[in-house]
């Protein structure tokens, strides 16, 4: 291993996949939302280090043993991989890790945590991404729930052990709930692909109908249990201000649907891109009003 391994090419940054954290973004907002008293130098950190750190690492790391040579997210032609992906994505995760401490051993621990899970996803040692089920939890839980309740407890100052109730359960499952509905979705172009590689992917398993369905259903409990925690809340309005930011979702959802009932051929990288940017465009408009005005 030489020290300009550790220096990242052009087609590293790529396989970086920075502007993929924003599709994430709408958790940390919604855990910024729900925080009573937050300092501005904590939640910036800990943004830094989930949007900035960890999640391109977890990118990189993913694209450096998968080796796509068709379209991946954001990368409709994906350059080919190299070894500086490999040791800046790892380069990454340690700074993460370390800085972690500034907030807590516990978000430090996290961190590792979530490091840990994204090299067993991607690893052909173990590979949890061949396994539709299991790569499914993996995704629906580290990139939702998961990530809710560690940034809203640093956030916080609060234990990740400790407050475990309604009001951090729920909004931890409707974050897991709307993570999930979109994961079929990114895999339903790449199916060709994923087969040759020998990754059976739950929308592999689910087919082109069945995973929007799978889609479908999980944003549906997304709102039921939004329609949940803010009924309790008594904050009605709030969940009325989601369904007019989810309407746009909606009708493109279906309309994709509909054009891929009639041929598989428009379960493609443009529509599928076209949705992603939908409904986290959507979603960060509802959870960035609520971290405003909340």
Request: glycine share 6%.
């Amino acid at each position: 291993m030489k020290f300009k391994q550790f220096i990242p090419t052009r087609s590293a940054f790529a396989h970086l996949r920075f502007v993929f954290s924003v599709f994430l973004l709408p958790v940390y907002l919604f855990a910024f939302s729900q925080a009573d008293v937050v300092k501005a130098s904590t939640a910036v950190l800990v943004f830094f280090i989930w949007h900035f750190l960890a999640f391109p690492a977890s990118n990189g790391y993913n694209s450096y043993f998968d080796k796509d040579e068709d379209s991946i997210a954001l990368l409709a032609k994906p350059p080919e991989v190299d070894l500086s992906l490999y040791y800046f994505s790892i380069l990454l995760e340690v700074i993460a890790f370390l800085l972690g401490f500034i907030i807590s051993w516990e978000f430090a621990f996290a961190v590792l945590i979530y490091g840990i899970m994204s090299k067993l996803y991607s690893h052909p040692a173990t590979r949890l991404k061949k396994y539709p089920i299991i790569s499914f939890l993996t995704v629906f839980i580290f990139q939702g729930c998961f990530i809710y309740y560690t940034t809203y407890t640093a956030l916080t100052g609060t234990s990740l052990f400790g407050h475990w109730d309604l009001d951090l359960i729920i909004p931890g499952a409707i974050s897991s709930c709307l993570i999930g509905a979109s994961y079929p979705l990114t895999q339903v172009y790449q199916h060709e692909e994923d087969s040759r590689r020998g990754d059976k992917t739950l929308s592999i398993v689910l087919g082109y109908k069945g995973s929007f369905i799978f889609s479908g259903v999980l944003f549906a409990a997304g709102i039921a249990l939004s329609y949940w925690y803010w009924h309790l809340a008594g904050m009605m309005l709030n969940f009325y201000f989601f369904i007019v930011c989810a309407a746009p979702i909606f009708f493109f959802f279906n309309y994709w649907f509909y054009k891929v009932g009639r041929s598989t051929a428009n379960a493609n990288f443009k529509n599928a891109m076209r949705m992603n940017f939908i409904s986290s465009g959507c979603m960060l408009v509802y959870f960035g009003v609520l971290a405003v005005f909340s």
